[in-house]
């Protein structure tokens, strides 16, 4: 075209960045890859091809990892990881300062590979992704530097094995690689098979920078790859960004084995627009929410919630925003859409669209490249929260839209999911959006925005997205664990005996404790508990898990504890331990008959002592303001995880059982606790304790019985948000496997034992709470 | 000026009609009741506004022939401006030689765009009668700042006699600017008032409403100020005199853009943009032009539609549009000073 008639016309032309530097680092690199093993590229083999999603071009062959590849990265991992941890936070520091130097000086060369590779449009690489991982290395470099001094009580976990998805391919390996490293961790992380590209060119950036051997190892390779890294014995965490399905694999496939875990899944979260909202710019949100990267963000803003009346005037503009959309070319600097990363993923959206006729579909007329894997923006009106696209993860630019009439229906509908990974609010009345925030099921939540991430506020979700977070203080906690040995714990049995003779005095029967009442087992069934000597000292009932089922229900309608005032939940632990103090001495006895010897008064003490450390922590386990680089706050909130059902210790029938649930009450959750199995008489004395000391009914529930048999039911509940066990029995790996079920947070001691007499207050009040992010940027 | 630019006029690529004035393509705003439900619900969210106006920059670019096109029709919609209480007769008729020759010949006939213009030459009242001299015959209409211009702040009756005697000089274009304390005090009706007397002081003299953004307060007084004054029949609506400290920038032409496309979509009139003061720089001009077709569409790019209130821009311009003839870089000694 000429000058003259583009000045008519007033097209963009095209404006595309060079491919030229990372082809040929591609060449440089013999256009095939091995393994990154031990500070070494292995030998290549043309096992599968990396290729150009909007082209079909081959970029490069990779080699598919065996078991004894595998073997060789770990162990690499294992060698180099005392020395890694034992070189010092500061020396770790200058390290992943170098890393995030050397990421920064050849920034644009990471983007374009990244977009050759990947897809995405060279704009999302260059002024993103790799920003945010330069920020990730640096703000990591400083996380290392204070580690000695911050966190004294707390040390590496070893090695972990770290497995990322295609969508932010070097991204996803910096919010990995950076914490681990940190803190003293060594890696072997496996890319996607569709992207590994970038992993392979950091690789190369570790041996620039003289790297320690074996602290990064890169295998390349699929699912297959990533399941002998799961399984692998001598690896002490997991950590995971993938789909829900894979993660649910996973945390089946780590269960009972003692390694950390933490995942980050899908979503289905909601873009909520309010009528007072700035409509053009919650339009323009969208824009970041859902055809960022083409869709395929697990936080995307996928299901638009909007005020019913103005429902028509909204998705009239946002027809006519995704008409200006440009697909095309990724490495155009013109362009908003780029290609889907790999055919498998394009059929995937193609299939599920196709599938699921419901609603208005409306697709712009935009120019659509004739070959290569892309797909249009799309937006699906007149849906409801029952139509299959309201609730299911498309993970393409495919965007589904309900009305709502109130706050409260936005905030039932938004919440009306199994996910909880993120949520937007628009509006502009700050009363309204800070009442929505908490209110929502999710690990972050942006007003008046989408999409905004930063190393220093963190990442990751609730319900079946996952947990664990990534990113600030938050996220260096999957990444470390106490300090000290762990011992073993060993089990213990309840007293055997003939169980014939008991005492003379009145007959007391001991109930399950369901909704603030005593009650009877659905079983009908109870069990003798026995002194040392075999004398019968009462009998509790054997609940089953209908009992769990009653105890759960309790605790659902007890959800305005979690709601109650910090001072309020302080106020009723001092006075559970008061009134505990005025039946110390009886309760000493108890202890002392059940389990022989004369710790009762000690542990009995302690146990006031224990109700005073969270009463006083109730209103001081504060959240954080993160330090984004934004005008406005990231906030950093501690809330209740919801309900936790727990296996209170065998060993310390009172001290365990008010250890674990003295924690969880101080951060508003409601708990459902399985007693000593041994010794569950406490727990039945101690239910009249609560009783009169203004728990409301639900926030406690107390159920005697079999570990064992509970254990199952209660980790696979689907109303359980969290299960903590330090029980003898071994049920630690039951209880990981069956919370597979709704992904819900564990918390299992191993078979390792616990000194109860020490609070440890930081590792309840942590497993009592998650962190949600609210980011609120303001400006007028 | 030289004879051989205004020779060369008619046989332009723009043809002898220059597409200045709105109502020689389409009929004027006619304007509305004023609508206080509407200018209420107005929500201008700063931070997202700031997000997207950062955004526009980087993802648009326009590259080579398609730079200079761009660059071209950022000349065409620029009114070369001077607002200078030091003005003379012999200073702005050297602007408009630039107005009428705003590229060297040479330029524009290697990229064959031989009789291009600037939109309109803006200047005072007193400089009307030289502006007109000037430019008789070029088609390019001169515009003249009124109504108490910068501050708008003299005897409101004086400031219509300033428009009717502006257009009887022979001003075609009338850069009004609103009463501040109106907006700052939520009293609409009286902006609207305002803004309706100034229309009808202009008769078929189109006027540019200048909101003086710098001093608005918030984003949102700049979207209800832009709603109320195209009510009341603005058929520019522009961001600012020059004198403010804060004149032109990406969010407040987002804001008031969108309020653009809005009163189009609801009244079906289109009204234009004029964006003055701090853009001096060529890839300024492109972002501004990138932002107009995102968010508004192709047909306002366009002078009839679209305006530059600039004095340093075109010397960037030309020394871009040099460096793409030559791909040398160029220097500003080389082009014609206005």
Not at chain 1, 262 to 271: A, D, F, I, N
Not at chain 1, 417 to 445: C, Q
Request: glycine content about 10%; overall charge neutral.
């Amino acid at each position: 075209m000429t000058v003259k008639e583009i000045f008519e016309s007033m097209d963009y032309g095209t404006a595309p960045e060079s491919p030229a530097e990372a082809l040929a680092w591609l060449v440089d690199q013999g256009d095939r890859f091995g393994h990154f093993i031990d500070g070494a590229f292995t030998d290549p083999r043309n096992d599968f091809e990396s290729r150009n999603p909007a082209t079909g071009e081959i970029l490069a062959t990779l080699t598919q990892a065996t078991l004894p590849e595998v073997d060789a990265a770990v162990a690499a991992a294992r060698k180099a990881q005392s020395k890694w941890q034992k070189l010092g936070g500061a020396g770790r520091a200058r390290y992943l300062y170098a890393l995030a130097r050397q990421l920064q000086k050849h920034g644009r060369l990471v983007a374009v590979l990244e977009t050759l590779d990947n897809g995405k449009p060279i704009r999302e690489a260059r002024d993103v992704d790799i920003p945010l991982v330069q920020r990730h290395f640096y703000y990591h470099a400083g996380m290392a530097q204070l580690m000695d001094d911050e966190m004294p009580d707390r040390e590496a976990l070893g090695v972990c094995g770290q497995i990322i998805p295609w969508n932010f391919p070097i991204l996803m390996l910096a919010w990995k690689v950076a914490p681990a490293l940190a803190m003293g961790n060594t890696v072997v992380l496996k890319p996607a098979e569709y992207t590994s590209l970038t992993a392979l060119l950091f690789a190369d950036i570790c041996r620039q920078i003289g790297l320690p051997k074996g602290v990064v190892n890169i295998v390349t390779g699929d699912g297959a790859v990533g399941e002998m890294i799961t399984a692998h014995e001598r690896i002490d965490k997991i950590a995971f960004t993938g789909s829900t399905a894979v993660g649910r694999a996973i945390r089946t496939a780590t269960a009972g084995s003692g390694k950390a875990l933490t995942l980050e899944l899908g979503g289905k979260s909601p873009y909520i627009v309010f009528d007072d909202a700035d409509i053009d710019s919650a339009v323009e949100g969208l824009v970041d929410a859902i055809f960022f990267n083409q869709g395929q963000v697990c936080c995307a803003g996928s299901r638009l919630l909007i005020h019913e009346g103005i429902a028509d005037r909204f998705h009239e503009k946002l027809r006519a925003r995704m008409g200006k959309l440009r697909l095309g070319n990724p490495l155009d600097k013109s362009i908003d859409m780029g290609a889907l990363a790999d055919p498998v993923q394009l059929k995937t959206v193609q299939g599920m669209i196709a599938d699921n006729p419901a609603g208005t579909h409306f697709t712009p007329p935009c120019d659509m490249p004739a070959t290569g894997c892309f797909y249009p923006p799309t937006l699906i009106t007149d849906l409801a929260p029952a139509d299959r696209l309201m609730q299911e993860e498309i993970f393409g630019p495919v965007l589904v839209s309900a009305t709502f009439r109130t706050p409260a229906e936005a905030v039932e509908m938004a919440n009306n999911t199994r996910y909880g990974l993120a949520a937007t609010i628009w509006s502009e009345n700050i009363n309204l959006a800070l009442d929505i925030a908490p209110k929502l099921a999710a690990g972050v939540v942006w007003i008046n925005g989408s999409n905004m991430f930063d190393a220093a506020a963190g990442f990751g979700g609730v319900r079946e997205s996952g947990f664990g977070r990534e990113g600030g203080w938050a996220g260096l906690t999957a990444y470390t664990r106490p300090k000290g040995r762990r011992k073993a714990l060993k089990p213990q049995r309840p007293h055997g005996g003939d169980a014939t003779t008991g005492d003379a005095a009145l007959d007391r029967t001991p109930k399950l404790y369901i909704g603030g009442k005593q009650t009877r087992p659905d079983s009908g069934y109870s069990r003798a508990v026995l002194d040392k000597s075999g004398a019968i000292l009462g009998h509790v009932p054997v609940a089953s898990r209908k009992d769990i089922r009653n105890a759960v229900e309790a605790a659902q309608s007890a959800a305005g504890w979690g709601e109650s005032s910090a001072h309020l939940r302080a106020q009723i632990l001092y006075y559970i331990g008061e009134n505990l103090s005025a039946r110390a001495d009886e309760l000493a006895a108890r202890i002392d008959a059940l389990m022989g010897g004369k710790s009762g008064k000690a542990e009995v003490e302690a146990s006031i002592d224990r109700l005073f450390t969270y009463a006083a922590w109730a209103d001081k386990y504060e959240g954080r303001i993160n330090g984004v680089p934004m005008r406005g706050a990231a906030l950093a909130m501690h809330e209740p995880v919801g309900i936790i059902g727990a296996f209170c210790p065998d060993e310390a029938p009172l001290l365990g059982l008010i250890s674990v649930m003295a924690p969880a009450l101080a951060m508003g959750n409601r708990v459902v606790l399985v007693a000593s199995e041994p010794a569950p008489l406490l727990a039945t004395d101690f239910y009249q304790i609560l009783d009169t000391s203004d728990v409301p009914a639900g926030a406690v529930n107390i159920l005697t019985g079999s570990h064992l048999d509970l254990a199952a039911p209660m980790a696979a509940h689907m109303n359980i948000d969290a299960v903590w066990s330090f029980s003898s029995s071994d049920i630690s790996g039951e209880i990981e496997r069956a919370s597979a079920s709704n992904l819900k947070r564990t918390w299992v001691n191993n078979g390792h034992a616990r000194d109860w007499t020490h609070a440890d207050s930081n590792s309840f009040l942590a497993a009592a709470t998650e962190v949600k992010t609210v980011w609120i940027p303001y400006g007028e | 000026m030289t004879q051989k630019t205004a020779k060369t006029a008619p046989d332009s690529c723009l043809g002898s009609t220059p597409m200045h004035l709105p109502q020689t393509v389409e009929p004027r705003n006619p304007g509305m009741d004023l609508d206080l439900d509407w200018v209420m619900r107005a929500q201008a969210n700063t931070s997202a506004i700031e997000r997207r106006a950062a955004q526009l920059g980087t993802r648009r670019s326009v590259k080579k022939e398609y730079q200079a096109a761009w660059l071209l029709k950022a000349v065409t919609c620029i009114d070369l401006t001077t607002l200078s209480g030091d003005d003379t007769a012999g200073r702005v008729r050297r602007l408009c030689a630039k107005a009428r020759q705003p590229l060297r010949p040479d330029l524009l006939e290697a990229l064959d765009m031989q009789g291009l213009t600037t939109g309109a030459v803006c200047v005072y009242h007193e400089m009307i009668a030289p502006a007109v001299a000037a430019l008789e015959g070029t088609g390019i209409p001169v515009a003249a700042v009124s109504t108490g211009f910068p501050a708008g702040l003299s005897p409101f009756d004086l400031r219509v006699k300033e428009i009717e005697a502006s257009v009887a000089a022979g001003a075609k274009e009338i850069d009004i600017v609103i009463s501040r304390r109106h907006v700052l005090t939520g009293n609409w009706q009286a902006l609207y008032d305002e803004m309706r007397a100034f229309r009808a002081a202009c008769g078929a003299a189109h006027v540019k409403a200048i909101l003086a953004t710098g001093e608005l307060g918030s984003l949102r007084n700049v979207a209800r100020a832009s709603l109320v004054c195209m009510m009341a029949g603005a058929d520019f609506i522009k961001t600012s005199t020059g004198k403010e400290s804060v004149n032109a920038t990406l969010p407040v032409s987002l804001v008031m853009i969108r309020a653009i496309r809005e009163y189009h979509e609801r009244s079906g009139a289109r009204v234009g943009y004029k964006p003055a003061g701090g853009i001096s720089k060529a890839k300024d001009a492109l972002v501004y032009l990138s932002m107009i077709k995102e968010e508004l569409g192709d047909r306002w790019l366009s002078p009839d539609l679209f305006r530059f209130g600039a004095s340093s821009l075109l010397g960037d311009i030309e020394r871009q549009i040099e460096h793409h003839i030559t791909g040398a870089y160029s220097a500003a000694y080389r082009h014609p000073m206005g």
